[in-house]
C-alpha cells in the first residue's frame, strides 16, 4: 500500500527566506509526483508534475526535485512571499489507481 | 475554460436526509474523480469514472455512498441516509488522463450532517 508522508505539518518563515517543503513515499514503483497548493476554503491548484524518468521541474520560484531510490521529493520555494501561505500537498498515482496525497505542509509567510 | 464546477458549496442538514452532491467537470475531460477531504484522513479518493463509467469505487465507504456520470457534462455523489462523520469536504476533479496529467480540483462542497 502506497503511503505519502509530508514533513513538517506545518512552517513559519519571514518573507524572503527560501524554504524547502518534504515528501516521501513508501513505493518507488511511480509513474510521476506531483505538487499542489490548496489554498484556504478553495480547491487544488497543480503546481508541477514530475515524470518517474525525471528529476526535477521548475516554475518561476518553485522548484520540484524526485528521487525515486529513495523515495522522496522536495518543494524549494526561492525568496519567499506572503502571497505563498497556502498548503502545498504532494500526490502519486499508485499503479493504475489515481492520486494518494499526503496530509500536506501549511506554509505561513510572515512579512 | 470555466474549470470544474460543484455545487452546491455548503450543505448543511440533519442526519438521516438524502445529499446530493453536484459536479460538471471540463469539457474534453475523459477522467472525473470524488475525494473527500478531512483533517483526521486528509484527502482520500472516493470513486473514479473513465467515460462515464465507473472504474474503482474502492474507496467508497460504506453502501449509502453512491455515485453516478449521466454523461460527459455531469456527475452526483449521493448520501442517503446521511450521518454526522460524513461530514467532510468533498471535491471533484477531472483531468484529460487518468495519472500523467495534472488533475483539476473544483471548489469543494463543505458538507455538515447535525
Known amino acids: 500500500k502506497q503511503e505519502v508522508t509530508q514533513i513538517p505539518a506545518a512552517l513559519s518563515v519571514p518573507e524572503g527566506e527560501n524554504l524547502v517543503l518534504n515528501c516521501s513515499f513508501t513505493?518507488?514503483?511511480?509513474?510521476?509526483l506531483q505538487w499542489f497548493r490548496q489554498d484556504p476554503g478553495k480547491g487544488l491548484t497543480s503546481l508541477l508534475l514530475?515524470?518517474?524518468?525525471?528529476r526535477e521541474q521548475t516554475s518561476g520560484r518553485l522548484n520540484a526535485s524526485l528521487d525515486k531510490s529513495s523515495g522522496r521529493s522536495t518543494l524549494y520555494i526561492a525568496a519567499s512571499q506572503p502571497g505563498d501561505s497556502a498548503t502545498y500537498l504532494c500526490?502519486?498515482?499508485?499503479?493504475?489507481?489515481?492520486?494518494?496525497f499526503g496530509k500536506g505542509t501549511r506554509l505561513s509567510v510572515i512579512a | 475554460d470555466a474549470g470544474v464546477i460543484q455545487s452546491p458549496r455548503h450543505e448543511v442538514t440533519e442526519m438521516g436526509q438524502e445529499v446530493t452532491l453536484r459536479c460538471k467537470p471540463i469539457?474534453?475531460?475523459?477522467?472525473l474523480f470524488w475525494y473527500r477531504q478531512t483533517m483526521m484522513r486528509g484527502l482520500e479518493l472516493l470513486i473514479y469514472?473513465?467515460?462515464?463509467?465507473?472504474?474503482?469505487d474502492s474507496g467508497m465507504p460504506e453502501d449509502r455512498f453512491s455515485a453516478k456520470m449521466p454523461n460527459a457534462s455531469f456527475s452526483t455523489l449521493k448520501i442517503q441516509p446521511s450521518e454526522p462523520r460524513d461530514s467532510a469536504v468533498y471535491f471533484c476533479?477531472?483531468?484529460?488522463?487518468?495519472?500523467?496529467?495534472?488533475?483539476?480540483f473544483g471548489d469543494g462542497t463543505r458538507l455538515s450532517i447535525l
Open positions: 514530475i515524470q518517474s524518468s525525471q
Open positions: 500526490a502519486v498515482p499508485l499503479g493504475n489507481t489515481p492520486l494518494v
Open positions: 469539457s474534453g475531460h475523459d477522467y
Open positions: 469514472f473513465n467515460n462515464n463509467v465507473p472504474i474503482d
Open positions: 513505493d518507488s514503483a511511480i509513474y510521476n
Open positions: 476533479a477531472s483531468s484529460p488522463d487518468d495519472s500523467n496529467q495534472p488533475q483539476h
